[in-house]
């Protein structure tokens, strides 16, 4: 599987973003999929995960109640909605795939994608 993300930018504190991955190869509705975080100098974070047929998502404490993700199999592309941003929030977000969201929330990773870079402003 190859994932890109896309959607990164900057954007004011209490603003909204959405990142999308677009997967191809293998047969990408049969992997959960997720989305970590990165700051320099930091460990890769867990950010959300949604299970292989979208009826289960994870959500870091940290981000719960304010991003959402969502998939489109027809699309092969994962989303994540982030609302409510805080400069907290600023990292090079990376999608990923493994095979179910539990293990991606414990950093089973399969395959990983090139990042994007999300910048909140205060």
């Known amino acids: 599987v190859q994932l890109q993300a896309s959607g990164g930018g900057l954007v004011q504190a209490g603003g909204s973003l959405r990142l999308s991955c677009a997967a191809s190869g293998r047969t990408f509705s049969s992997y959960a999929a997720g989305w970590f975080r990165q700051t320099p100098g930091e460990e890769r974070e867990f950010v959300a995960a949604v299970s292989w047929s979208g009826g289960s998502t994870l959500y870091a404490d940290s981000v719960k109640g304010r991003f959402t993700i969502s998939r489109d199999d027809a699309e092969n592309t994962v989303y994540l909605q982030m609302n409510s941003l805080k400069p907290e929030d600023t990292a090079v977000y990376y999608c990923?795939?493994?095979?179910?969201?539990?293990?991606?929330?414990?950093?089973?990773?399969?395959?990983w994608g090139k990042g994007t870079q999300v910048t909140v402003s205060s």
């Open positions: 990923a795939s493994g095979y179910s969201d539990y293990a991606l929330k414990s950093y089973g990773v399969d395959y």
